[in-house]
């Protein structure tokens, strides 16, 4: 059959919905290269590299942070005695049988019928819940003891323990989170008044915006520094910029030295208490200690006289732990290091808004509308548009952009103010879409 023409009133509203389809939530996408500006391609591909990279981190510090938690739930349970009057030993214990002995069963059972493979599976669970009485006491000193050394004299007591070390993965993780947001233009941001302007106009307002931010970023990250700064490496408040920055990077350096001289004596524990189960505080010897105090550098550094004074000893045992001339052992030295994230982190994204409007404005990203919905989305159907005529009466077709009876790509608004603010809570309730979906479109 030959193709019917459309009306001029057809022709007139398709071209009133192609201009609806860029009044909706902005959001950088990909532009078109061939159309991109080539000064702008070495940046595109920073910006590439620069979310791959931010990927991987965000998959190895998730990684790290549950193991680290789960490290520590689990030595917390084994290490409960019974005698404590405490029974999360007993639940851990019930929990642990009950996953471990349910998994056997049901991989020994896979190959017999359902009906049996069920049977085996919940039996086993319940034994490992009802055995836990049975060893209760297993692994109690073992578990003590791991987890003595990691929270009172290993790598892990500079940064507060396992649970110091999950809250510190946690904060870089959220910052993570907010660089990748901002890259791909995610971020939390209020767009009521530039949905309403037309593209041309909308760009240059989402580049004042995205530079205004930048700004305060960069604003953030000097205050979350210069605080750190005065509070955790000693600097006068009243210093220079420069003065600050010298005693954040002398800090710095005292710090690696702790840090590299703990870890090389996590190295020696290693074997004796995990491979072992020698007791933490025990197995290093003065005359050991002695000798590695001579070998780590600590004259150089402090001088003889207070080297001299750090040693014990030779017949006395000793936690294997760090000290510091005049100080001490530095528990939790680290914790001041790992507040530097908060200052890094929000330069790193006041970095990201300026790649952002670079990547915008030489035509590497585009701003388009948000495709994953509005108030008809790709999921506007049929069933949608009836719940509506159910709700509004048939008037509602006067003021959807598009038919009813088909779906609708576009983003649906009513076409006056007098129409969306009484009927805005309708909108939301019926088609369950975010409160911007509502917001008129000037004819």
């Known amino acids: 059959m030959p193709e019917t023409p459309k009306s001029d009133d057809a022709n007139e509203e398709g071209a009133q919905a192609t201009e609806a389809d860029d009044t909706g939530p902005t959001k950088p996408s990909d532009g078109d290269e061939s159309k991109a500006a080539a000064w702008g391609r070495p940046l595109a591909r920073l910006d590439s590299a620069w979310t791959n990279f931010e990927t991987r981190l965000c998959v190895v510090v998730l990684v790290l942070e549950i193991l680290s938690l789960s490290l520590w739930v689990a030595l917390k349970g084994m290490s409960a005695r019974p005698d404590s009057g405490s029974n999360i030993g007993i639940v851990f214990r019930g929990l642990v049988g009950m996953i471990g002995l349910g998994s056997l069963a049901f991989l020994l059972t896979r190959k017999a019928s359902k009906t049996v493979q069920r049977i085996a599976t919940i039996g086993s669970m319940l034994f490992g819940v009802f055995a836990a009485k049975l060893w209760t006491s297993f692994g109690v000193e073992y578990s003590s003891n791991l987890l003595n050394w990691y929270q009172q004299a290993s790598t892990l007591t500079l940064l507060g323990g396992l649970r110091g070390i999950g809250t510190r993965f946690t904060v870089l993780l959220t910052l993570l989170g907010g660089s990748l947001a901002t890259a791909a233009g995610k971020h939390i941001t209020i767009d009521l008044v530039t949905r309403l302007v037309k593209p041309k106009v909308r760009i240059p307002m989402l580049i004042v915006g995205w530079v205004g931010t930048s700004a305060i970023c960069f604003v953030a990250a000097w205050g979350f520094f210069d605080h750190v700064a005065i509070q955790a490496f000693k600097a006068q408040p009243d210093s220079t910029p420069s003065a600050?920055?010298?005693?954040?990077?002398?800090?710095?350096?005292?710090?690696?030295?702790?840090?590299?001289?703990?870890?090389?004596?996590?190295?020696?524990?290693?074997?004796?208490?995990?491979?072992?189960?020698?007791?933490?505080?025990?197995?290093?010897?003065?005359?050991?200690?002695?000798?590695?105090?001579?070998?780590?550098?600590?004259?150089?550094?402090?001088?003889?006289?207070?080297?001299?004074?750090?040693?014990?000893?030779?017949?006395?045992?000793?936690?294997?732990?760090?000290?510091?001339?005049?100080?001490?052992?530095?528990?939790?030295?680290?914790?001041?290091?790992?507040?530097?994230?908060?200052?890094?982190?929000?330069?790193?994204?006041?970095?990201?808004?300026?790649?952002?409007?670079?990547?915008?404005?030489?035509?590497?990203?585009?701003?388009?509308?948000?495709?994953?919905?509005?108030?008809?989305?790709?999921?506007?159907?049929?069933?949608?548009?009836?719940?509506?005529?159910?709700?509004?009466?048939?008037?509602?077709?006067?003021?959807?952009?598009?038919?009813?009876?088909?779906?609708?790509?576009?983003?649906?608004?009513?076409?006056?103010?007098?129409?969306?603010?009484?009927?805005?809570?309708?909108?939301?309730?019926?088609?369950?879409?975010?409160?911007?979906?509502?917001?008129?479109?000037?004819?």
């Open 244 to 443: 600050k920055i010298s005693s954040v990077k002398h800090g710095l350096g005292e710090s690696w030295f702790i840090f590299s001289r703990q870890m090389s004596l996590d190295l020696k524990s290693t074997p004796h208490v995990v491979f072992k189960g020698d007791s933490y505080s025990d197995w290093l010897k003065g005359d050991e200690w002695n000798a590695w105090i001579d070998d780590q550098g600590f004259k150089e550094r402090f001088g003889e006289e207070k080297t001299k004074a750090l040693k014990v000893p030779p017949t006395s045992t000793r936690a294997p732990i760090i000290v510091i001339p005049e100080r001490g052992e530095p528990r939790g030295e680290l914790v001041h290091v790992a507040n530097l994230v908060f200052p890094f982190g929000l330069f790193i994204m006041a970095l990201r808004f300026l790649l952002l409007c670079a990547l915008v404005i030489s035509g590497h990203k585009d701003v388009s509308i948000d495709e994953s919905g509005g108030a008809f989305g790709e999921d506007f159907d049929e069933a949608h548009a009836d719940e509506l005529k159910a709700v509004m009466g048939d008037e509602i077709e006067k003021y959807l952009i598009g038919s009813v009876n088909e779906k609708c790509t576009g983003i649906c608004r009513p076409r006056a103010l007098s129409f969306a603010l009484p009927n805005m809570l309708c909108i939301i309730s019926t088609a369950g879409t975010p409160w911007y979906s509502a917001i008129p479109k000037s004819r």
